[in-house]
T-cell receptor, first 114, second 108 residues
Framework: KAGVTQTPRYLIKTRGQQVTLSCSPISGHRSVSWYQQTPGQGLQFLFEYFSETQRNKGNFPGRFSGRQFSNSRSEMNVSTLELGDSALYLCASSRDYSKEETQYFGPGTRLLVL | GQNIDQPTEMTATEGAIVQINCTYQ??????LFWYQQHAGEAPTFLSY????GLEEKGRFSSFLSRSKGYSYLLLKELQMKDSASYLCAVRATDKLIFGTGTRLQVFP
């Protein structure tokens, strides 16, 4: 079974631009979560989607948004990029929206904002 | 507030045993996960504890005490490939909260 895939793997943008990242979950998984990982902060939760609905949201500004499609694929968008948005963005999928479900991570998209 | 603490770095010798501790304070508790993350790679699932006690899986074991808000990951017969970051994560009421990770270096 194929794992979680994320595209693109690497991205360089400049301040003020916007970016869209894509995540395809493991086949049969319906829940997708997004995280931002930086050296100082570790993994910070962005949001979680299930059945095309945002179920939970972390403490990030409104510049960070996401959506999920009917095939469970998800995208996240960051508008008006800031230098501090440089990070590894990880997507994780799980079978269901259940507190006990294990999340499986994709390889991430490394974003550099200049 | 919600807080997960684990040591920043640890070192150990090949063939030895190492214990990585994790303490947590969260609103709600629905299980604790351990992930391994090699540099430049995605975190991979190691273990899940929701009840008190020890869960053993090969060379890795994970322990949980809910009353103490405490868990540890035990790695036996260390190998060089075990050099990685180990992330403790707690499923709180509405989300998965991660610690900042423990970077383990295994020396020959």
């Amino acid at each position: 079974k194929a794992g979680v895939t994320q595209t693109p793997r690497y991205l360089i943008k400049t301040r003020g631009q916007q970016v869209t990242l894509s995540c395809s979950p493991i086949s049969g998984h319906r829940s997708v979560s997004w995280y931002q990982q930086t050296p100082g902060q570790g993994l910070q939760f962005l949001f979680e989607y299930f059945s095309e609905t945002q179920r939970n949201k972390g403490n990030f500004p409104g510049r960070f948004s996401g959506r999920q499609f009917s095939n469970s694929r998800s995208e996240m968008n960051v508008s008006t990029l800031e230098l501090g948005d440089s990070a590894l963005y990880l997507c994780a999928s799980s079978r269901d929206y259940s507190k006990e479900e294990t999340q499986y991570f994709g390889p991430g998209t490394r974003l550099l904002v200049l | 507030g919600q807080n997960i603490d684990q040591p920043t770095e640890m070192t150990a010798t090949e063939g030895a045993i190492v214990q990585i501790n994790c303490t947590y304070q969260t609103s709600g508790f629905n299980g604790l996960f351990w992930y391994q993350q090699h540099a430049g790679e995605a975190p991979t699932f190691l273990s899940y504890n929701v009840l008190d006690g020890l869960e053993e899986k090969g060379r890795f074991s994970s322990f949980l005490s809910r009353s103490k808000g405490y868990s540890y990951l035990l790695l036996k017969e260390l190998q060089m490939k075990d050099s990685a970051s180990y992330l403790c994560a707690v499923r709180a009421t509405d989300k998965l909260i991660f610690g900042t990770g423990t970077r383990l270096q295994v020396f020959p």
